[in-house]
């Protein structure tokens, strides 16, 4: 999907008032969410790649929240390649 903002897909299908928004940079995939409950997240959390993403998975103690799922680089390489 795509706005004003740029190519999103939802983290959590269940809630659509959150989005993830994504965009390639070299050769690394970028993410930034956005909260319709919570507007001031976009501003204070900027761009996070995915190598970011992936080292956040490794401290992941399976009590809290899962990066991988939320920050999915398969449905973003899709969601990139549907937006060209």
Known sequence: MKDDKGLYYHPFPQNKRVRMYVHE?????????????????WDDHGWVPYSAVTRA???????????????????AREVLEAGK
């Open 25 to 41: 940079t070299g050769n690394d995939i970028m993410f930034r969410m956005w909260n319709q409950d919570d507007p001031q997240m």
């Open 57 to 75: 998975a490794e401290m992941y103690d399976k009590k809290n929240f899962d990066p991988k799922r939320a920050y999915d680089i398969h449905v």
